[in-house]
């Protein structure tokens, strides 16, 4: 089951912060956050096992909330760079299988 | 760059032809799976290869097959090709025999396949 993503599309400036959520009803077992710039290969940025951890480097940073199945992706501080479509890619409890299930996307558009 | 190489860039078939995709994983990695993504969504699971078996398979009918190699490079075979299949169809290779909770996958640029 496709994990849901929040909001589709946002707009920042250069400077201001964005949160990007992924929701899911099945169980997590771990969830990975991918950018793809249009007509490049999604680009790893971090996974997050469940556990509730969080992590980060630089300005983007990650938590994932079990009791809530969700994850929640922290862009601060924008830069024009940001810009890309951000997908959540997660791997079910007990699924027994190597395959990410990715959500449909979250747009974001950093402008000057 | 993930070292991740696929071929071709782009192609154009007609309906009802067959095609043949590849995909070179990274040094070291032995593990490859296949993506299919349609303009605006995310990547779907098409189905993997470890040591040259198919370990796990999406929701996608037979006319999808696959194979790796050796070397653990992969092709992606598609016959019967219907518009639909028109998408960017995306490979991505992982260390081995690490399911990816533990490690990710890292992809490769895509073949892009238009079916007219």
């Known amino acids: 089951q496709q994990p849901v993503q929040s909001p589709q599309a946002v707009i920042l400036r250069e400077g201001e912060d964005a949160v990007i959520n992924c929701s899911s009803s099945?169980?997590?077992?771990?969830v990975h956050w991918y950018r793809q710039k249009h007509g490049e290969a999604p680009v790893f940025l971090m996974i997050?096992?469940?556990?509730?951890e969080q992590k980060g480097h630089d300005k983007i940073s990650a938590s994932f909330n079990e009791k809530k199945q969700q994850s929640s992706l922290y862009l601060t501080a924008s830069q024009l760079s940001y810009s890309g479509t951000y997908f959540c890619?997660?791997?079910?409890?007990?699924?027994?299988?190597?395959?990410?299930?990715f959500g449909k996307g979250t747009k974001l558009s950093v402008i000057p | 760059e993930t070292g991740v190489t696929q071929s071709p860039t782009h192609l154009i078939k007609t309906r009802g032809q067959q095609v043949t995709l590849r995909c070179s994983s990274q040094?070291?990695?032995?593990?490859v799976s296949w993506y299919q993504q349609a303009l605006g969504q995310g990547p779907q699971f098409i189905f993997q290869?470890?040591?040259?078996?198919?370990?796990g398979r999406g929701n996608f009918p037979p006319r999808f097959s696959g194979l790796q190699f050796p070397n653990y490079s992969s092709e992606l075979n598609v016959n019967a090709l219907e518009l639909d299949d028109s998408a960017l169809y995306l490979c991505?290779?992982?260390?081995?025999?690490?399911?990816?909770?533990?490690?990710?996958?890292?992809f490769g640029p895509g073949t892009r396949l238009t079916v007219l």
């Open positions: 991505a290779s992982s260390r081995p025999g690490q399911p990816v909770s533990t490690d990710t996958q890292y």
């Open positions: 099945k169980a997590l077992y771990s």
């Open positions: 997050l096992l469940k556990g509730g």
């Open positions: 890619g997660t791997e079910y409890s007990g699924a027994g299988s190597y395959q990410l299930t």
């Open positions: 040094s070291g990695h032995n593990t």
């Open positions: 290869y470890y040591r040259e078996e198919e370990n």
